[in-house]
């Protein structure tokens, strides 16, 4: 043999437990290893929510369901298998989406959030509701052969500031084509991200993982001066999310230009 391995198995005591209550809104390929990233770290509640079904069609990287789930609600059938490998875990599962009406109430009754979404307009809704909130949300999502990662601190930078030109295609394909790999990778670095120590106020770490190249980069990030999330009054924001579901393409107002002598 030209190497041999020493395998050590390792030592399975149950994790420290944190007083910690984290919400995970979508459990698909992003929500699942979140969770159990969460949950591994000694997270003492969670709180699933999706309002959809496992779908035969892309089951498949959703690490917790299999052909029995089919059908069923996602948010229970991860609940199930979290907390037959989590005993101690308090989970709430929530079959039902996140709306204007109900995702400050969901962010200010946790400690924090995870975005697992695969829709636009509800990762700027929730970015929002983060930074008015004051409740901490791990951004992630992958566009074709990338994924991308940042944690929302209430004084920014947020999705806003990083996406200043909002695009209707930008995230909405999030899983489109997509190798499960990379989803899993996020997934699980948002969860691990959402519980490490804070940046510097107005910054915050991007991380970019590259699919193709297998590059992961971290990419200093700060808060975008003319950001209508985290530097207008938060009522603008907010009665344009009231009054229709466009809100989320809301563009920062174009800088002053700068004289040139
Ligand atoms: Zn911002």
Redesign the pocket.
């Known amino acids: 043999m030209p190497f041999s391995v020493e395998i050590t198995p390792p030592v399975t005591t149950p994790p420290r437990l944190r007083p910690i209550s984290a919400c995970i809104i979508g459990m698909g390929g992003l929500g699942c290893p979140a969770s159990l990233a969460l949950a591994a770290d000694g997270v003492s509640k969670l709180t699933l929510i999706d309002p959809d079904t496992v779908d035969e069609t892309n089951w498949h990287r959703q690490s917790w369901f299999n052909e029995e789930d089919f059908g069923q609600p996602k948010a229970e059938r991860a609940a199930v298998r979290l907390k037959a490998r989590f005993p101690h875990l308090q989970i709430t599962p929530r079959v039902e989406a996140v709306t204007v009406d109900n995702v400050q109430g969901l962010l200010r009754t946790h400690t924090l959030a995870i975005d697992g979404t695969d829709d636009t307009r509800i990762k700027f809704l929730l970015s929002d509701a983060a930074?008015l909130t004051g409740t901490p949300l791990v951004f992630g999502g992958v566009i074709r052969l990338e994924g991308l990662t940042f944690r929302i601190r209430p004084s920014?930078?947020?999705?806003?500031?990083l996406f200043e030109v909002p695009d209707a295609e930008m995230l909405s394909c999030a899983f489109a084509g997509v190798m499960g790999s990379i989803a899993g990778f996020i997934g699980a670095l948002q969860g691990e991200l959402a519980l490490s120590p804070l940046e510097v106020i107005g910054k915050a770490t991007l991380h970019r993982f590259n699919g193709t190249t297998l590059r992961h980069r971290r990419v200093s990030i700060a808060?975008?001066p003319d950001?209508p999330?985290?530097?207008g009054p938060p009522d603008t924001l907010w009665n344009a999310w009231r009054a229709g579901d466009d809100a989320w393409q809301m563009r920062p107002k174009p800088l002053p230009s700068l004289a040139t002598s």
């Open positions: 930074v920014g930078p947020c999705l806003r500031c808060r975008a950001c999330a985290c530097n």
